[in-house]
């Protein structure tokens, strides 16, 4: 198509032939030039469809979530092995339970013909600051027992009884089992000849010797009259 006038484009609507350009003179002579447009199937490679875009982003979201997984995972790792290192329970040897059991004048607990089974609860509270009560009286490497004793730090007491000795111990009997068999509290827990004790049990007034009966809680207060108490 050819107008007067400064020019004309004419562009070409096939994939391969190039695009004729004709500049109109003023004398109505024509100067034609060619200039090739890139095939249609050229842009069509250089522009990114919605399938690839889909992947693209799928691949990205995989690597993120792998990143971040990887990095918590490792962060959890990290604590959980510093809070176990912070709460590592130390247990007594067989000789160590053997010695204890005859300061407390107890006897070794026949742990394959046990006869009775039971638990209680003790807590110490010295100035108004709970002591923590240590695995005490058990080996359980080799099933070494005193008829008194705890498996971890959280009170519970196991009174346990075989078929040769009925004798359940009391909380009396602990205290000399953990202390090489000490039971003056005031000197073990105060370092003090002067002090005051009170035991409770299930919130009624009890002394250390009382029987325990399965699921009892003893508190056991060693207070200095002279000295703060902590709250």
């Known amino acids: 198509m050819l ?10 609507v096939t994939k391969s032939t190039p695009d004729t350009i004709g500049y109109v003179n003023n004398d109505k002579s024509v100067d034609v030039v060619s200039a090739w447009s890139p095939p249609f199937d050229d842009f069509d490679e250089q522009k990114p469809t919605r399938k690839s875009k889909k992947k693209m982003f799928t691949a990205t979201a995989l690597v993120l979530v792998f990143v971040f997984t990887t990095f918590y995972a490792n962060i959890g790792v990290y604590f959980n092995s510093k809070i176990s290192d912070t709460t590592q329970i130390d247990e007594p040897t067989r000789q160590e339970v053997l010695q204890g059991i005859k300061d407390a004048d107890l006897y070794v607990l026949d742990t394959s013909n046990i006869l009775t089974h039971i638990h209680a609860h003790l807590a110490i509270i010295v100035q108004g600051r709970s002591v923590t009560i240590p695995v005490i009286g058990v080996d359980m490497r080799t099933l070494t027992a005193a008829p008194i004793h705890t498996h971890d730090t959280s009170g519970t007491l196991h009174i346990e009884t075989d078929s040769t000795n009925s004798y359940a111990p009391n909380a009396l009997d602990f205290i000399r089992l953990w202390n090489k068999g000490e039971d003056n509290l005031c000197l073990i827990f ?24 399965d699921g009892d809680r003893m508190v056991v207060r060693v ?3 002279d000295k703060p108490v902590y709250v």
């Open 190 to 213: 105060a370092r003090d000849a002067k002090c005051k004790v009170t035991v409770s049990i299930n919130n009624r007034p009890g002394v250390l010797t009382d029987a325990f009966e």
């Open 3 to 12: 107008l007067y006038g400064k020019a004309v484009i004419c562009i070409s």
């Open 223 to 225: 207070s200095l009259p």
